[in-house]
């Protein structure tokens, strides 16, 4: 069993004192690398609370999608890649809802990891 806090709370706690403590006092030229630094932080917070979960989710659609129940996500998102270069996307093509429809699901789940303020209705 780990210790209490867990990282995604160490994390969040260790960026509140970068924010609240160490950024007002830094020169104006060095508080940008902070900023990003904070952001990773913010990232690596959102990514240990959700776990494998998007990943394991985008995967399980993929495979339904492509019908290839053994695709690994890199090939997974190689054939999908190759059926909306070939036209599968394109307006009228019979899997154009589906393919979208999963785009657009994999696309929310990755910003709701890297920038979820872009999103309506998600936790900041």
Same mark, same amino acid.
Do not use: W
């Given at each position: 069993?780990?210790?209490?806090?867990?990282?995604? $709370?160490?994390?969040?706690? $260790? %960026?509140?004192?970068?924010?609240?403590?160490?950024?007002?006092?830094?020169?104006?030229?060095?508080?940008?690398?902070?900023?990003?630094?904070?952001?990773?932080?913010?990232? $690596?917070?959102?990514?240990?609370?959700?776990?494998?979960?998007?990943?394991?989710?985008?995967?399980?659609?993929?495979?339904?999608?492509?019908?290839?129940?053994?695709?690994?996500?890199?090939?997974?998102?190689?054939?999908?890649?190759?059926?909306?270069?070939?036209?599968? #996307?394109?307006?009228?093509?019979?899997?154009?809802?589906?393919?979208?429809?999963?785009?657009?699901?994999? #696309? %929310?789940? %990755?910003? $709701?990891?890297?920038?979820?303020?872009?999103?309506?209705?998600?936790?900041?």
């Amino acid at each position: 069993m780990r210790e209490q806090p867990k990282g995604d $709370a160490l994390l969040a706690t $260790a %960026r509140q004192i970068l924010r609240d403590d160490v950024l007002p006092a830094l020169p104006a030229d060095r508080k940008y690398a902070l900023l990003m630094v904070m952001n990773a932080m913010s990232i $690596a917070e959102r990514q240990l609370r959700n776990g494998d979960a998007p990943e394991v989710q985008e995967l399980a659609e993929l495979r339904e999608l492509l019908d290839d129940s053994k695709a690994s996500p890199a090939e997974g998102n190689r054939q999908l890649a190759r059926l909306l270069r070939a036209g599968a #996307g394109d307006p009228g093509a019979p899997q154009r809802a589906a393919l979208f429809a999963h785009l657009r699901a994999a #696309g %929310r789940r %990755r910003l $709701a990891e890297s920038n979820p303020k872009v999103l309506p209705g998600e936790p900041r």
